[in-house]
């Protein structure tokens, strides 16, 4: 079985919106509709961000925001070492280029992560299905060696020790 593409490109939106351009008095050219596209997105993604502010989606679509996790630990019971600290492979990398050698690891140290989020609940969003349905933020893009969204919030955040202090605080429990 094949299976379904999961998102369209800018230019497969266009032709989408403009199959039937004899109904549509003055279509846009790709380019200036590219350029709206961008445009908005770049001015979405700083208000999220660096305002810490939440974008409506409009028709019940939902709200994209950011939020400020708790981190949770496990103790290993017969050791009494934490077993699931994530480890910060930037850190890491500079020390061991630092260093000249490969040993060590370097943790993450704060007690919360952000991460995007779509808020589908509380009436929100009224999508049939919307549980099948996922958000998934840009990720970086080493062959154009261009920041996605999620490389925008961790340098973002990384950069600005006070912006977390922005964004919805969500408190997990014990696990």
């Given at each position: 079985?094949?299976?379904?593409?999961?998102s369209?490109?800018?230019?497969?939106?266009?032709?989408?919106?403009?199959k039937?351009s004899d109904?549509?008095?003055n279509?846009?050219d790709?380019?200036?509709?590219r350029?709206?596209?961008?445009?908005f997105m770049?001015?979405?993604?700083d208000?999220?961000?660096?305002e810490g502010?939440?974008?409506?989606?409009?028709?019940?679509?939902?709200h994209i925001?950011i939020?400020?996790?708790?981190?949770?630990?496990?103790?290993?019971?017969?050791?009494?070492?934490i077993?699931?600290?994530?480890?910060?492979w930037?850190?890491?990398?500079?020390?061991?280029?630092k260093?000249?050698?490969?040993?060590?690891?370097i943790?993450?140290?704060d007690?919360?992560?952000?991460?995007?989020?779509?808020?589908?609940?509380?009436?929100?969003c009224?999508?049939?299905?919307?549980?099948?349905?996922?958000?998934?933020?840009?990720h970086n893009?080493?062959?154009?060696?261009?920041?996605?969204?999620?490389?925008?919030?961790a340098?973002?955040v990384?950069?600005?020790?006070?912006?977390?202090?922005?964004?919805?605080?969500?408190?997990?429990?014990e696990?």
């Amino acid at each position: 079985m094949k299976k379904e593409k999961q998102s369209l490109t800018a230019k497969e939106a266009y032709k989408y919106f403009y199959k039937d351009s004899d109904k549509v008095k003055n279509p846009l050219d790709y380019e200036t509709y590219r350029l709206i596209l961008e445009k908005f997105m770049n001015y979405a993604i700083d208000e999220i961000i660096y305002e810490g502010n939440t974008l409506n989606m409009g028709h019940r679509l939902g709200h994209i925001k950011i939020l400020k996790i708790d981190r949770v630990y496990r103790i290993n019971k017969d050791t009494g070492k934490i077993t699931n600290r994530k480890v910060d492979w930037k850190k890491t990398t500079e020390h061991w280029k630092k260093t000249g050698e490969r040993k060590g690891l370097i943790f993450f140290s704060d007690d919360w992560y952000v991460k995007w989020n779509w808020d589908r609940r509380g009436g929100k969003c009224r999508v049939a299905g919307s549980s099948i349905y996922s958000f998934k933020p840009t990720h970086n893009s080493s062959r154009r060696k261009k920041l996605g969204t999620k490389g925008l919030l961790a340098d973002a955040v990384s950069n600005d020790p006070n912006l977390h202090l922005k964004y919805e605080y969500i408190k997990r429990n014990e696990v």
